[in-house]
């Protein structure tokens, strides 16, 4: 049986300061696997630490995870040069997938926060973004999407945050916010 | 080893016009599996047709789904009689299930447009809402969450369309959008 692809792959973008970013990926990619779609999802910025995802990603055919990052999140600019060196390698793997047109969505998480942090050039992700192969999904999560981005993306969804527990003093919850 | 569980559960409601929120909680559905939680997801409105996540589902370990639905979305008021038949029995299935405490995470997926289709009552929302025990996360899907459903929940994303290709003229495709 051929394989089935997508007759057209669109830049999604999923931005903004509430919950559900990579989530949203992960459901999509859980979707897109459930079809027999080839999936990469490459991990800007969180590679390293204790994600719940990580425990059953291997459990799913046809999903494949790379994660890049010193086990904590990124906040101070200009990055440091290990974590920038980490960014650009994670990037760099991006290229080959996405240019290698074997696989069918591949997401970039968290790298619109790469981008945010001067970590990974904007002008190497448009670039990436205009070049790649026509089945080709490209997913790209973090909060603060450059304009840039926004403009060259198919699709854009802001997770706005209406209420949220965390100003309420609940620390972050295992199986749940990671 | 006894069973992790969540020390304090809360509500989440994903809502707004943008695309993600279903996916966002699978994303989560697959986070909380991945860490040992139990977790089961009720679509309303939703089963009966052929969605990507089904294939992949039964592959995760501690992911039940149960679906209720014809195959279509409903978007009449009234609803037919049948559709807010199946409805009311998600809703029975979704009490029980959250009142029996064996699942740690829930999910109703799409709860929203049924309270708005008037399908189900909002105050046995509300109830089961306010009486859930204290270690179940309960999570609620759907465009137009009604006010109430806000006020009670504890963390609450919108999920805005910022740009879309659908009024681009691009059909749903398979293995993305369903």
Known sequence: MTRQRLEKGLVQVYTGDGKGKTSAAFGLALRAAGRGLKVYVIQFIKGGFDYGELYIVEKIPNL????FGRGKFVTEIPASEEDSKLAQEAFDIAKMVVKGGKYDVVV?????VALNLKMISIDDVI??????PKHVE????????????IDAADLVTEMKEVKHPYSQGVPPRKGIEY
């Open 108 to 112: 970039l998480d968290e790298v619109n």
């Open 64 to 67: 494949k995870l790379a994660s």
């Open 138 to 149: 490209l997913i790209l999560t973090g909060r603060y999407a450059p304009m840039q981005i």
């Open 127 to 132: 670039d990436l973004i205009k070049s790649k």
